[in-house]
Each structure stands twice: as structure tokens, then as C-alpha cells.
């Protein structure tokens, strides 16, 4: 009898380090996974920033013109598509963030990593490169 309380204190012994590893891994993951939302979130955002800025840069062009902007291929490791429309959006992989257009511009058109930011009479259009 004596020799199966020492299996027992070793089964418990592993069982209670299995439970702990499995708890911090969960944690871990937990929290990774909320570092990557927000910087999913600032990189969008930066993203927009540039595009803003580039059409702020063409407004004041009379007629048509174009200017290139650099935007990195992902966006925390991980796809996006710049969208024009209502608002400027920035999808990276299904989640959407938005940012509103000034009132008079219009904007169209899609693009992703370097775009192509073309003023035209009728607003702006993004073009990939």
C-alpha cells in the first residue's frame, strides 16, 4: 500500500502542471489576441491618414492629377483592401474601420499595399500601382 501513495502524489503532480501550462497558454492567447485588434485598429488608421492626406495634398490642383502612396502590404500581419465610397473604409480580413470623407469629396474605387490616388472632376479614385 505504502508505494501507491507515491503514484498517486506523482499522477496529481503532473495533472495540476498540466492544468497550470493549460491556463497560462489560454491567457497568453487571450491577450496576443487583443494586441493584435488593436493594432489591427492604429494601423488601419494609419492607413486612412495617408489617404486623407493625399487627397488633402491634390484639393487645391486645378483639373486632374495623381499622386502615389506608399502603404505597407499588410496591416498586423494580415490582408487589407483600402475602399472608397460613403466613407474611406480599410477592410482587413472582414473587420471594417471607417473614416468620413470631408462633405464635397467623393471617393472610388479600391486598393491595396501602393495605391494610385487619381483627382478628377467628378472626386478622387483609388487605383492600385
Known amino acids: 500500500m505504502k508505494g501507491q501513495y ?8 503532473f495533472g495540476l502542471g498540466l492544468i497550470a501550462a493549460s491556463g497560462i497558454i489560454t491567457a497568453l ?3 496576443s489576441s487583443g494586441v493584435y485588434d488593436t493594432a489591427s ?10 489617404v486623407l492626406d493625399g487627397m488633402n495634398a491634390l484639393r487645391p490642383v ?12 499588410k496591416v498586423s ?3 487589407y483592401v483600402v ?15 471607417s473614416a468620413n470623407l470631408p462633405v464635397r469629396d467623393e ?3 479600391s486598393g491595396t499595399g501602393d495605391i494610385r490616388l487619381v483627382k478628377n ?5 483609388i487605383e492600385d500601382r
Open 6 to 13: 507515491l503514484a498517486v502524489e506523482t499522477v496529481l503532480t
Open 29 to 31: 492567447n487571450t491577450y
Open 41 to 50: 485598429e492604429v494601423e488601419a488608421k494609419m492607413v486612412q491618414e495617408r
Open 62 to 73: 486645378k483639373g486632374e492629377a495623381s499622386r502615389s502612396i506608399d502603404l505597407p502590404d
Open 77 to 79: 500581419n494580415r490582408d
Open 83 to 97: 475602399e472608397g465610397g460613403d466613407s474611406l473604409v480599410v477592410d482587413v480580413d472582414g473587420e471594417e474601420y
Open 107 to 109: 471617393l472610388e474605387g
Open 121 to 125: 472632376p467628378d472626386g478622387f479614385t
